[in-house]
T-cell receptor, first 112, second 109 residues
């Protein structure tokens, strides 16, 4: 079946602009996660959605970052007023709960 | 102290060698454990779950030591294709899993 998909695969933006990253989880997966990974670094947890519960936003680095999940499926991560330090690969994952997660291919964001 | 700690490596081993990685975790209430593999510029992929009794999948063996709070991954008869970063992943009781920074393995011909 279809895996997790993300779009765009690459995004280059100018400092100060807003960007939206999209994630389509595996159908039926109730949990959705956003992470980011800077070059050569580990995964940094950003936000977690589980069903209709309030999202766990504890990993968002600043109030410029926000995410929503519509209809319990597709999620959008929005970064406002992008900064150069936001450059990273943004990975989305989904799962059926606190079990193994399946990752999308990521969006490589470059802020110039 | 990090919730999940791994030796970053790199571990450089010849083909056919046996190599082992350890990972320590700080939360004694952790319940679920996994090893993921991440190839260069690719997304992480589940390698195997780690069960209390230990488990084996072909050349890969994972073990859990709750008393000492570490998990291990053993790779026998290393192949060139095993070269990757291996991520230790733990459910620390928060609502999301916690990933270690990874151990890089380079298998050389």
């Amino acid at each position: 079946g279809a895996g997790v998909s993300q779009s765009p695969s690459n995004k280059v933006t100018e400092k100060g602009k807003d960007v939206e990253l999209r994630c389509d989880p595996i159908s039926g997966h109730t949990a959705l996660y956003w992470y980011r990974q800077s070059l050569g670094q580990g995964l940094e947890f950003l936000i977690y959605f589980q069903g209709n519960s309030a999202p766990d936003k504890s990993g968002l680095p600043s109030d410029r970052f926000s995410a929503e999940r519509t209809g319990g499926s597709v999620s959008t991560l929005t970064i406002q007023r992008t900064q150069q330090e936001d450059s990273a690969v943004y990975l989305c994952a989904s799962s059926l709960g606190l079990v193994e997660q399946y990752f999308g291919p990521g969006t490589r964001l470059t802020v110039t | 102290r990090k919730e999940v700690e791994q030796d970053p490596g790199p571990f450089n081993v010849p083909e056919g060698a046996t190599v082992a990685f350890n990972c320590t975790y700080s939360n004694s209430a952790s319940q679920s454990f996994f090893w993921y593999r991440q190839d260069c510029r690719k997304e992480p992929k589940l390698l195997m779950s780690v069960y209390s009794s230990g488990n084996e999948d072909g050349r890969f063996t994972a073990q859990l030591n709750r008393a000492s709070q570490y998990i291990s991954l053993l790779i026998r008869d290393s192949k060139l294709s095993d070269s990757a970063t291996y991520l230790c992943v733990v459910n620390t009781g928060r609502r999301a899993l916690t990933f270690g920074s990874g151990t890089r393995l380079q298998v050389q011909p």
